[in-house]
């Protein structure tokens, strides 16, 4: 019965590198979140998905950022060209709906230290 | 004004202890209401969950909900040293994102 897996757990980068973060949601989960959660605050939505589709995508950065989440395969969420205060936790959540109806259970969430 | 208050803490109470959590908000708009509880460099794990003001009991966790003073509170009794963490309140209005506190560090003494 496995939960929200993420990958990798803990990932550096250089700055100007790309990062590719991986989200595979819980079994019969079809909606998939992802949240940022810098040093000292806390989480902050980026962007909600279902499969092939981008829900809303109001608390992702303009530039550097995307996510996806195709027909087949985990979610994944890239940043092109990392910088330092990228560095954060990067959590991923799924639901089986959408949430409120359905709430929404995380991963363990990445790590990323940009040097 | 950020959408949700929460006190940071640290709060620290002895073993066996009832700590209350609490959370304000500004969005009326806000239906749903979670309580997360999130170890050192873990996930944040579901606690509890409530739809609309009034109570709700899990164990030694009751969640309360006041949607006209725009206020929530988490209730632990008999406090562990294993609910040492941070406490993460979480709403939504319309069924997608999470909208999170800051979170409240708890410390509970042996």
């Known amino acids: 019965n496995a939960g929200v897996m993420q990958n990798p757990r803990h990932l550096v980068r250089r700055r100007g590198q790309e990062a590719r973060l991986r989200c595979s949601p819980m079994?019969?989960?079809?909606?998939v979140y992802w949240y940022r959660q810098l040093p000292e605050e806390g989480l902050k939505f980026m962007v909600y998905?279902?499969?092939?589709?981008?829900?809303?995508e109001s608390g992702m950065p303009k530039e550097r950022f995307s996510a996806e989440f195709p027909k087949e395969g985990p979610s994944i969420l890239r940043i092109q060209q990392v910088v330092r205060g990228d560095s954060a936790a990067y959590f991923c959540?799924?639901?089986?709906?959408?949430?409120?109806?359905?709430?929404?259970?995380f991963g363990p969430g990445t790590r990323l230290l940009v040097l | 004004q950020k959408e949700v208050e929460q006190d940071p803490g640290p709060l620290s109470v002895p073993e066996g202890a009832i700590v209350s959590l609490n959370c304000t908000y500004s969005?009326?708009?806000?239906?749903?209401f979670m309580w997360y509880r999130q170890y050192s460099r873990k996930g944040p794990e579901l606690l509890m969950y409530?739809?609309?003001?009034g109570n709700k009991e899990d164990g030694r966790f009751t969640a309360q909900v006041d949607k006209s003073s725009k206020y929530i509170s988490l209730f632990i009794r008999d406090s562990q040293p294993s609910d040492s963490a941070t406490y993460l309140c979480?709403?939504?209005?319309?069924?997608?994102?999470?909208?999170f506190g800051a979170g409240t560090i708890l410390r509970v003494k042996s």
């Open positions: 979480a709403m939504s209005a319309y069924g997608n994102k999470l909208v």
């Open positions: 998905l279902q499969k092939e589709n981008i829900i809303d």
């Open positions: 959540a799924s639901s089986r709906s959408q949430a409120g109806e359905e709430t929404q259970y």
């Open positions: 409530t739809y609309s003001s």
């Open positions: 969005n009326s708009a806000f239906q749903y």
């Open positions: 079994k019969g989960h079809s909606h």
